[in-house]
């Protein structure tokens, strides 16, 4: 059973737009949310995570928004390069040192 | 930073051998790793947690015959296929969990190829 339900699957943009990722989850002990970037071939790599103490968290181009209420997150990539082209996975546990529950990914395509 | 390398990146095996794939934290003490198996452009799937000293939990659905886990050392965990199938062709990943009990970090991954 999916524990974390991510959206869109793929994902084209154009350089310099908006990348936006929709994660939702059901259980209600789950609080670290992050999100992995994933090259082909490559082990997934942390891109950033939020608690749910608080909305949104921003690092450089890429912004988590948390809402608890929905019990739903989403990353934005802002300024989207060809080099951010790569499947994105969103996660939870219950706690950050917890396996993580995976989304099914969404793969993005920025295109120049 | 820190740091998990798996090793080898990349095998291949015939049916019916064994296989086994390390997994060692570099610059920390991992009381708990993780593994997970990944299929070609799906997610990351958990197949057990393994916790150093003590035995592996298995998720429902993975055969603790076939996939062994050991986690003998606080830097090393080792997953071994056994008796080796096309079909467990997959790419592998471990993550580790620092002594901190903060951070989980993954490696690079092993991809096995069973022929």
């Known amino acids: 059973q999916q524990q974390v339900k991510q959206s869109p699957q793929s994902l084209i943009v154009q350089k310099g737009g908006i990348s936006i990722i929709n994660c939702a989850y059901e259980n209600t002990a789950f609080d670290y949310f992050p999100w992995y970037q994933q090259f082909p071939g490559k082990g997934p790599a942390l891109l950033i995570a939020?608690?749910?103490?608080?909305s949104e968290k921003k690092e450089g181009r890429f912004t988590i928004s948390f809402n608890k209420s929905a019990k739903q997150f989403s990353l934005h990539i802002m300024d989207s390069q060809p080099g951010d082209s790569a499947t994105y996975f969103c996660a939870a546990s219950i706690n950050s040192g917890y396996a993580l529950n995976f989304g099914k990914g969404t793969s993005l395509l920025v295109t120049p | 930073g820190a740091v998990v390398s798996q090793h080898p990146s990349r095998v291949i095996c015939k049916s019916g051998t064994s296989v086994k794939i390390e997994c060692r934290s570099l610059?920390?003490?991992?009381?708990?790793m993780f593994w997970y198996r990944q299929f070609p452009k799906q997610s990351l799937m958990l197949m057990a947690t393994?916790?150093?000293?003590?035995?592996?939990?298995?998720e429902q659905g993975v055969e603790k015959d076939k996939f062994l886990i050991n986690h003998a050392s606080l830097t090393l965990s080792t997953l071994t296929v056994t008796s080796a199938h096309p079909e467990d062709s997959s790419f592998y990943i471990c993550?580790?969990?620092?002594?901190?009990?903060?951070?989980?970090?993954f490696g690079e991954g092993s991809w096995l190829t069973v022929v």
């Open positions: 939020i608690r749910p103490d608080v």
């Open positions: 993550s580790a969990r620092d002594f901190s009990g903060n951070t989980i970090y």
């Open positions: 610059d920390f003490q991992a009381t708990t």
């Open positions: 393994s916790n150093e000293g003590s035995k592996a939990t298995y």
